[in-house]
């Protein structure tokens, strides 16, 4: 399951932000929030760190020390929002490893010319055995052929499959020759399939922290597919430029790693 953030369902963000707060430790209104949905959560493949206990009670009396006259209306409509994200969390298909793969012969039959498709997250967990299923399939293409462009939405429909122009490389700084070290999947017509360098996801995953990133993390070193070691000395050469990507935190990051 990726971050909720990134399933453009109704009401996630205000969950990532829960479950990102209780990962911290913190008790805070969306922490709250996420504590009364973990039961649900959980099921539905969203696992809820340590929450808190009594929620229902702290939750109101956090949003009334905050406005006593607004409290109830604010507690109705943040319960509203959670159901919202679970109703929608639900309703959503799944992507297995079947479906990524039937995916990969369209996506191949539709080039025109020779390419790359570099998988990360979700789609790299699910093909490489740790994951049943994933929300969204986060590739990056090379070249951006228009004809892959185009035909991405039509594949989206028909294989009722959410796919995102993602990749480590939008959110970190990924070090030269990161195509060299991307594991081979498979070839479909012109495009070769490749896990984007697994470094790269794994330290994207560090520096966003939600629980399902660690748990991704911890996989891949338990699989042998990264080396804690080399994962720090991929940070250590990385580190000098983190100040390109203002929303990330030098100082946790390097905590987290």
Request: hydrophobic share 45%; glycine share 8%.
């Amino acid at each position: 399951m990726p971050p909720p953030q990134q399933t453009g369902l109704p009401g996630a963000d205000l969950v990532a932000a829960g479950l990102a707060d209780l990962g911290r430790g913190a008790t805070t209104i969306p922490a709250l929030l996420v504590s009364i949905g973990a039961p649900r959560l959980s099921a539905l493949g969203v696992p809820v760190p340590a929450p808190l206990p009594h929620a229902e009670r702290e939750l109101y009396r956090a949003l009334q020390c905050e406005d006593a006259d607004a409290a109830h209306a604010r507690y109705n409509a943040l319960i509203r929002r959670l159901v919202s994200f679970e109703r929608a969390l639900a309703c959503v298909p799944l992507a297995d490893a079947g479906r990524i793969r039937r995916f990969m012969d369209a996506l191949g039959r539709a080039a025109r010319e020779d390419g790359r498709v570099y998988f990360t997250g979700g789609a790299t967990a699910v093909l490489s055995g740790w994951r049943d299923s994933t929300i969204d399939v986060d590739l990056k293409l090379v070249p951006e052929q228009d004809d892959l462009l185009r035909a991405i939405p039509a594949l989206k429909e028909s294989l009722q499959l959410n796919v995102e122009l993602a990749s480590p490389a939008d959110f970190i700084p990924v070090l030269s020759g990161w195509e060299a070290r991307s594991p081979f999947v498979a070839q479909a017509g012109r495009l070769a399939f490749h896990h984007f360098d697994l470094y790269g996801q794994a330290l994207a995953k560090v520096e966003r922290g939600h629980t399902q990133d660690v748990a991704d993390v911890r996989e891949m070193l338990q699989r042998g597919l990264i080396d804690a070691a080399r994962a720090r000395e991929y940070f250590r050469r990385i580190e000098p430029e983190l100040y390109r990507y203002p929303a990330i935190d030098p100082p946790a990051f390097q905590r987290a790693v």
